[in-house]
């Protein structure tokens, strides 16, 4: 009998050929996943974004290939999108913003008319400080001019402020991106919605305090500043910082060389600011073992209320443990000596930056791709934070919340098939780590495993193959797998099958591509975006039904 299944099969079908009867597309690797509906890849881009580009795709194509989908998501239903920009910026569930600023932009110049009204209406809430603002104007400006209503929606913004916000909105972001408070005022043109509004708006335009504006108690930040300018006596000028809740931003560079100073600071300041300073901070001796400083910000870091209020993301506070514990920054000279309970209180503030996760009580199987493409590109844009890396970071929230859970590693060898592990078997490891090591120590770890080529059908085959009985299997890829003799949907298939179990797939994506391996007709498969804060809670409870 010639055996034509080995040529053409539903069951086995390799990676670098579409499943017989599916509809499946080449990912950028040459192997064959789905391709993700316009609506999930734009909730990949609004979280992930495009810097770095990936292994396979460069950055430039990479962000032209996202904005296509943004704007193919505007066509077929402008308002739509408009909410999905709004509820992941609006939650912090990005590690940066830009990505929903920018999306925004285009839906208010290059969208329909209910479009534009939506999208301006939303600048507020997308647009929170006086930075995003500046980023807006600078994205929009590349879709076209300020009509009028780019001109209303900015001038409604500095109008809708408070007088004592609107005064530290532009006292502390002055400038960004080669625009400032001048130029989007004298664009924008806005009618004063109160006299302390139109004095504010004056000094910034003209960079003069005008009559009778110091007392007007809106101006007492501004005129703190200008103060600060004139007073050399450091002790003193600590006091009115703390008195007046000056931030960083509106101080005299030269002061800022005074831990005396930095402890003023730390009053008023938010939490992303006092997650980025952590260097500097101990440069000038404020953060020192067993110093007050010390336990006063490491109190503040493992504040799970305050994380959450500031909108701190996950990737943040990773990216800073990786620069602090380093002693060294990434792209300065700077350097510092690291304060071991300050690593300690980043390591608790990963985990509280998440949402609460009700724990689903199931039998999960962690599955990190470790392939070369994976160590390329750069996730929200942050240095050395590489899909490889912040996966196994990612990973580490579900163990942390899941008991009976178990890590593997895989990669399948350069030339596609064999192994790194195991005499020429299937690339795949069993990874003793745990959440009750410290994060670092896991990513660096991590970073230091063997890559190949990339074959996600591997965690299945392996579980079948030692008889591992998993309820959920969770892989955290880039999704261009290629490598494999099976695809991971087949493969997942004939584990239900060998064992028994009704096992579910979910995948989570660490690159903005438009691919997945998970089969959109299975309902026991699920894509979810990798780094979403969201994405825990999100796989719990798809474990969970």
Not at 237 to 265: G, N, S
Not at 322 to 351: C, H, N, Q
Request: aromatic letters at 8%.
């Amino acid at each position: 009998m010639f055996k034509y299944t080995k040529m053409f099969s539903t069951k086995i079908t390799p990676q670098r050929e579409a499943i017989p009867g599916s509809i499946q597309v080449p990912n950028s690797a040459g192997g064959y996943t789905w391709q993700l509906d316009d609506w999930a890849r734009l909730d990949r881009f609004l979280v992930l974004g495009s810097e770095g580009g990936t292994f396979y795709v460069g950055e430039r194509d990479l962000t032209v290939d996202n904005a296509n989908v943004v704007r193919r998501c505007l066509v077929a239903d402008g308002p739509r999108t408009i909410h999905r920009i709004v509820a992941i910026s609006d939650a912090g569930r990005a590690p940066k913003n830009d990505p929903a600023i920018f999306s925004l932009a285009m839906a208010a110049k290059l969208g329909d008319e209910a479009t534009r009204r939506a999208a301006y209406a939303a600048l507020p809430k997308v647009c929170r400080i006086g930075t995003h603002l500046m980023h807006f104007a600078e994205y929009a400006q590349g879709f076209g001019g300020w009509g009028r209503g780019m001109r209303k929606a900015v001038g409604s913004w500095f109008n809708a402020r408070p007088p004592a916000d609107l005064a530290l909105q532009l006292a502390k972001y002055q400038s960004r991106d080669g625009w400032s408070n001048r130029d989007l005022l004298r664009l924008a043109h806005p009618r004063a919605a109160s006299p302390s509004h139109d004095r504010l708006f004056a000094w910034a335009v003209k960079g003069e305090i005008p009559d009778g504006a110091l007392e007007d108690p809106a101006f007492a930040l501004i005129a703190a500043m200008t103060e600060l300018k004139h007073i050399t006596d450091v002790a003193m000028a600590a006091q009115l910082i703390r008195e007046r809740r000056v931030p960083r931003e509106c101080v005299p560079t030269e002061l800022l060389q005074h831990a005396v100073i930095w402890d003023a600071l730390l009053g008023a300041m938010p939490m992303t600011a006092l997650i980025r300073n952590l260097a500097t901070m101990t440069r000038v001796g404020l953060l020192a073992p067993g110093s007050a400083g010390t336990k006063r910000v490491a109190a503040m870091l493992q504040d799970r209320e305050r994380l959450t209020k500031a909108r701190v993301h996950p990737i943040g506070v990773l990216a800073a443990l990786m620069t602090y514990k380093a002693g060294r920054g990434v792209r300065g000279s700077g350097t510092w000596e690291p304060v071991a309970s300050i690593v300690d209180a980043l390591d608790v503030a990963f985990y509280a930056s998440f949402k609460a996760i009700v724990p689903a009580g199931k039998r999960m199987l962690l599955a990190l791709d470790v392939s070369g493409s994976m160590a390329s590109g750069a996730v929200a844009g942050v240095p050395n934070l590489t899909p490889r890396i912040a996966s196994a970071a990612m990973a580490l929230v579900t163990a942390a919340t899941e008991r009976d859970h178990a890590f593997v590693a895989f990669t399948s060898a350069p030339g596609g098939y064999g192994g790194q592990w195991g005499g020429g078997q299937s690339g795949i490891t069993s990874l003793s780590i745990s959440p009750r090591q410290r994060l670092d120590d896991v990513v660096s770890d991590v970073g230091k495993l063997p890559m190949g080529g990339t074959d996600c059908a591997l965690p299945m085959i392996w579980a079948q193959k030692h008889r591992v009985d998993v309820d959920t299997f969770c892989v955290y890829t880039d999704n261009e797998t290629w490598a494999g003799s099976v695809h991971p949907a087949q493969a997942l298939r004939a584990y239900r099958d060998a064992r028994g179990i009704s096992a579910k797939l979910v995948v989570v994506g660490m690159t903005s591509t438009g691919f997945s391996i998970a089969d959109p007709n299975d309902a026991g498969m699920l894509d979810v975006v990798g780094f979403d804060t969201s994405t825990p809670p999100v796989i719990a409870d798809f474990a969970r039904v």
